[in-house]
């Protein structure tokens, strides 16, 4: 089906999940650069929002809703309709879902999906070899990026053999995978400071460590919301006596709270889906109505460890 339908159109436009991490991003632009070096004739566009944070990666194609008419849509890195970025990706003619999250898919019946990728990166490289197609090293550049980063630098997988494997022909396709880490790893003083702020406000309860972080949070640190939302969730890893935390932030432009979940060892995907959210068993998330909701997830989290 992947290279059936990419053979079938002359114009296909690329979609992923909307404010956008690596992997979304990685996954995008890594495809878009696969199918231009190996089908000349074709347009390839990548569209969606964009943060500052990732604008080293690269750039969003702007294009007109005209160029839909005919087209292939591709979506990487989500499989559920309110989350993908640009709603136009409904236009097309047809679409195909390349996503790697414990999800059902709600967007179409053509879905490659494959939950044991701790990436879509991953999934789109295996794809791409699966079909001896030809990655560049600007591709790989794209796919090691999204690979490292949804990863957390190889600590995350169910199958920690393929990810390296897929890692190292990355490597071998020429990825600069210097260029990713210093702008990946290599962050400003005053972020150094944000993350201490944060390291001294979040609540342990049993162990479940959480986070609320209201509007007003905004006014003390000038940045993005991705920054304060997933950025900080991993400011509660790696402590011993904590299991399961989390990072509930308050989203003005939604009038919702974001959730960002995290575990070490238990399964949490199951509560996030209970509030309408998803993602992978150990890290995943869900849109709430406010920070009551919230605590009814801090208790699901303290029955799953036996603290309740």
């Not at 969003?60 to 591709?74: A, R």
Request: net charge negative.
């Amino acid at each position: 089906m992947f290279l059936d339908l990419i053979k079938k159109y002359d114009r296909i436009i690329i979609h992923r999940h909307n404010r956008p991490d690596m992997d979304a991003l990685g996954s995008q632009l890594g495809l878009k650069e696969i199918i231009k070096d190996n089908f000349n004739n074709k347009e390839v566009y990548a569209v969606g929002d964009m943060t500052n944070k990732y604008e080293f990666i690269g750039r969003m194609d702007l294009i007109d809703d005209k160029l839909y008419e005919n087209s292939l849509v591709i979506i990487t890195d989500v499989q559920v309709k309110n989350m993908v970025s640009d709603e136009r990706y409904k236009l097309a003619k047809e679409l195909l879902v390349i996503d790697h999250h414990n999800n059902d898919c709600d967007i179409t019946n053509n879905v490659i999906k494959d939950i044991t990728m701790v990436a879509a990166c991953e999934l789109i490289t295996k794809l791409a070899i699966d079909s001896n197609l030809k990655i560049s090293s600007k591709a790989a550049t794209y796919l090691y990026a999204g690979l490292i980063t949804d990863s957390g630098r190889f600590l995350y997988g169910s199958n920690m053999a393929h990810s390296l494997s897929i890692a190292s022909k990355l490597c071998s396709f020429g990825a600069d995978f210097k260029y990713i880490y210093d702008n990946l790893y290599v962050e400003p003083l005053e972020y150094r400071k944000m993350k201490a702020y944060f390291e001294n406000k979040f609540i342990v309860d049993g162990h479940v460590a959480y986070l609320f972080n209201d509007k007003d949070v905004f006014d003390k640190f000038n940045v993005e919301f991705m920054d304060i939302s997933r950025g900080m969730v991993q400011v509660m890893s790696g402590i011993k006596e904590i299991e399961i935390w989390a990072n509930f932030t308050y989203d003005v432009t939604k009038n919702k709270v974001i959730g960002e979940f995290r575990s070490r060892n238990k399964t949490i995907v199951d509560i996030a889906k209970k509030y309408g959210g998803g993602g992978h068993n150990l890290a995943c998330g869900a849109t709430l109505d406010d920070f009551n909701q919230a605590k009814e997830v801090i208790k699901d989290f303290k029955k799953l460890i036996g603290d309740e």
